[in-house]
């Protein structure tokens, strides 16, 4: 999959939606890293969503399988 996102693209972040539906395969997520990545990491994390829960995610000779 070709880069989304490229470096100093702006963002508009809204943080309201999830409150109303589930994150969707495909989705673009932005979360801050956890008190022990922060020792390595300050920036947030953004994040495509490739796999839902109760899914099986498979990576084989470069290419992504779900279930």
């Not at 997520?29 to 956890?34: A, L, S, Y």
Request: hydrophobic letters at 35%.
């Amino acid at each position: 999959m070709l880069p989304t996102l490229q470096i100093n693209d702006r963002l508009i972040i809204d943080k309201w939606s999830y409150n109303f539906q589930e994150p969707q395969r495909g989705d673009i997520v932005i979360f801050m890293p956890t008190e022990v990545l922060k020792k390595q990491y300050k920036d947030p994390f953004i994040k495509r969503i490739i796999g839902l829960p109760g899914e099986t995610i498979e990576l084989k000779n470069g290419k992504v399988y779900v279930n």
